[in-house]
């Protein structure tokens, strides 16, 4: 099964309410999509999308990355060399994750399908049913409570709050949010890098000392602020998750060794795709640490593959955060994982089970 071609297309899906974040707006999705073809009539599709404010990654830059890059490197490689083609993708050139990502989904794809299996279990095995949380987007207080309140009528048990905002509006967001909710989910809070180490301190303790339980806070300071991630990590009794401050596993072993996180977000967009993702899992669960599989706003085809390799790596990935699919007002493909608003289904098609993606412009 050699690979015979790589096709890219665009795809642009409606949010159902605009996705807010400390950092970034937006109302739809608009992700690369690509194809790889092999000589044996097999396609393997890969996803990624352009999030430059955390990745650097741009639709142009993604193309360019690999069509010039990437592409000529592996065209005409057998997908039995899986390991050479990783490595190949991975040092084809710096950075550009989210591109080496979309790459290294379609030849995992390809892989599985030529050993007959469902990604996870290629993987090595796992549940086929999984849980995610949904998020909600940081706005004004009622917005938020009425969101919050309709993801618990939907059925969600953990909800992803954004903060990251205002310190004070943050506090009050997250009291009335848990007031309102009454003890029917749990709540995570992404602050998305919005707050100093001494505001996520101050918000913490404010929200502890009021007998607010929270799962976890992710992200309170800068990625590269690993010190002020320790300041708050010292200094809080909630667990601090690592979510811009943790993309390779280099990072991930600073991390554990300063003390700096208790759990690692891993996203195939920051890792540059499955291999590394499995890398970080797999240290992580040496060490004894958790972690949360994670996907930034992107839809069915990436977010099926993190699903297939959380799954797979359930050892060290205890958390879900997959609600990109959910995010969208309907899926872009056919066939393939089956994302029900908190209910995750992996099926036993080989591969990730991709049947056609809806509306894909190829460019
Ligand atoms: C969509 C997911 N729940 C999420 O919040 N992901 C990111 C943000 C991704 C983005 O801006 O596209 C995160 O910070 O965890
Ligand atoms: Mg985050």
Redesign the pocket.
């Known amino acids: 099964m050699k690979i015979k071609d790589i096709k890219i297309g665009i795809i642009k899906v409606p949010l159902t309410t605009p996705f807010k974040?400390a950092i970034?707006t937006v109302d739809s999705v608009e992700d690369l999509v690509i194809i790889i073809e092999t000589d044996t009539g097999h396609l393997g599709y890969g996803e990624a999308?352009p999030?430059s404010v955390?990745t650097g990654d741009t639709l142009a830059s993604m193309q360019d990355a690999i069509n010039n890059h990437i592409k000529p490197k592996i065209l005409g490689v057998d997908i039995e060399n899986l390991n050479f083609l990783c490595e190949t993708i991975q040092s084809a050139m710096v950075n550009n994750l989210s591109a080496k990502a979309a790459v290294e989904i379609a030849i995992y794809d390809l892989w599985a399908q030529m050993l007959n299996l469902p990604l996870y279990k290629a993987l090595g095995g796992g549940e086929s049913k999984l849980t995610t949380d949904l998020?909600i987007s940081v706005d004004y207080i009622d917005k938020m409570v009425s969101d919050a309140v309709i993801a618990i009528e939907q059925g969600y048990e953990t909800l992803?709050i954004k903060v990251g905002k205002d310190i004070g509006l943050d506090i009050e967001r997250v009291k009335a949010i848990h007031a309102a909710i009454d003890g029917k989910a749990l709540i995570r809070l992404?602050a998305?890098q919005g707050w100093t180490a001494k505001q996520s301190v101050h918000a913490i303790q404010t929200l502890e000392n009021a007998g607010i339980h929270l799962e976890l806070v992710?992200q309170p300071v800068k990625g590269r602020d690993i010190q002020g991630l320790k300041y708050v990590y010292d200094r809080v009794n909630t667990p601090i998750m690592a979510?811009e401050s943790s993309f390779d596993p280099r990072q991930v072993i600073e991390l554990i060794q300063n003390q700096a996180a208790d759990i690692i977000?891993i996203k195939l967009m920051k890792t540059g795709g499955i291999s590394r993702a499995i890398h970080i899992a797999d240290i992580a669960a040496n060490f004894g640490v958790e972690c949360m599989m994670?996907?930034?706003?992107e839809s069915s085809i990436s977010v099926s593959a993190a699903a297939h390799v959380a799954s797979a790596k359930s050892t060290s990935i205890q958390k879900i955060?997959l609600?990109?699919p959910m995010?969208c007002q309907y899926p872009s493909i056919e066939g393939g994982v089956i994302f029900d608003r908190s209910d995750i289904t992996l099926n036993n098609s080989p591969g990730l089970g991709i049947k056609s993606v809806k509306d894909l412009i190829l460019i």
Request: with cysteine; glycine share 10%; proline share 5%.
């Open positions: 974040t970034r999308p999030t955390i998020t992803k992404d998305n992710e979510d977000n994670g996907c930034m706003l955060d609600d990109g995010l």
